[in-house]
Nanobody, 115 residues
Framework: QVQFVESGGGSVQPGESLRLSCAASGINIRFNVMGWYRQAPGKQRELVAT???????NYADSVKGRFFISRDNAKNMLDLQMNSLKPEDTAVYYCNLNPQVGVYWGQGTQVTVSS
């Protein structure tokens, strides 16, 4: 079955960087539109970044210029490079298809940005 396992989260100070990874199994992500999502405490889950089959990327306005989504076809992994992190980036981050498929949500990885 399809499974996404996110990793790479942690606690950092404002301005620092993190790189998140998503290992996919049961599906070849290169043939799908993939997305990174996040859910902050008390808020709805939101789409942060997407990458198409052709490699085109798109970002939420709140992360544009700071976050970069990429895909490793050989490893079947999706990455999210996050730079210049802000406290408002604090959330649990998930990967999934875009549009999302509810049964594919993994455990996510926690990112906490605080001074």
């Amino acid at each position: 079955q399809v499974q996404f396992v996110e990793s790479g989260g942690g606690s950092v100070q404002p301005g620092e960087s993190l790189r998140l990874s998503c290992a996919a199994s049961g599906i070849n992500i290169r043939f799908n539109v993939m997305g990174w999502y996040r859910q902050a405490p008390g808020k709805q889950r939101e789409l942060v970044a997407t990458i198409t089959r052709a490699g085109s990327t798109n970002y939420a306005d709140s992360v544009k210029g700071r976050f970069f989504i990429s895909r490793d076809n050989a490893k079947n992994m999706l990455d999210l490079q996050m730079n210049s992190l802000k406290p408002e980036d604090t959330a649990v981050y998930y990967c999934n298809l875009n549009p999302q498929v509810g049964v594919y949500w993994g455990q996510g990885t926690q990112v906490t940005v605080s001074s």
